[in-house]
């Protein structure tokens, strides 16, 4: 089965993501998950991009991006994850593959269907079991909505979140939800109303991916 393609298009919303390679942990302490925040940011004013929500695990990440032109986003993750493994491997002398080889990436309808991925993203921690609140954990885009004095990495969706986000986030996705969700990430395809991923699907060629066959996928 080939690879899929990225298929990046401006002005499109993507939930992007990462892990360790070989599931190996990459944020040991606070100051790593610090110096990666401030790697972001300075991806940031090299290639814009909205960033709209994020969460910073000890072995993976989550972004929720949007970039036109599109290259930037895949430019940003290149600039942001090369610069890491470089200072990575510097300041705890090793060497080798940190990242597990290319990002995943899938589109998100910017309706109800973002809004679940922004709970999806946020309360990752909630689901891993290190925190009761996905307020608690510090290394994410759900904090900076709740701090004002943090320096903010992120954007405004386009669409309007709850006046009770930090409940909406800590209560536990539907297992359809999860289930829908992690069929993107696995699958690479679209993620929204099923008339929306058909259009989306079609116009860039992915229909194969809500087929495609092989070894189970691992979830993030």
Request: hydrophobic share 35%; proline share 5%; charged share 25%.
């Amino acid at each position: 089965m080939p690879r899929v393609s990225r298929h990046l298009v401006d002005g499109f919303i993507y939930h992007v993501l990462n892990r360790g390679n070989g599931k190996q942990r990459v944020f040991h302490k606070d100051q790593d998950y610090v110096s990666f925040s401030v790697l972001m940011k300075e991806a940031k004013k090299r290639y814009p991009i909205d960033i709209f929500a994020y969460c910073l695990m000890p072995n993976h990440f989550h972004f929720v991006l949007r970039s036109s032109p599109a290259d930037n986003l895949g430019k940003w993750v290149h600039w942001l994850l090369t610069v890491h493994s470089r200072r990575y491997h510097h300041y705890y002398k090793t060497s080798g593959h940190i990242w597990q080889g290319r990002y995943k990436n899938f589109m998100v309808q910017d309706d109800r269907h973002l809004l679940t991925v922004l709970r999806y993203v946020e309360g990752n921690a909630v689901r891993a079991g290190l925190v009761f609140s996905a307020k608690d954990w510090s290394w994410s885009s759900l904090r900076e909505r709740i701090d004002a004095k943090n320096s903010r990495i992120i954007d405004e969706p386009p669409v309007m979140m709850p006046s009770d986000w930090i409940k909406f986030v800590d209560e536990p996705l539907t297992s359809n939800e999860l289930e829908k969700i992690r069929k993107s990430v696995n699958h690479q395809f679209p993620f929204g109303d099923i008339e929306w991923q058909k259009k989306i699907n079609q116009q860039m060629g992915l229909a194969y991916t809500f087929n495609r066959r092989g070894r189970p996928k691992k979830n993030f």
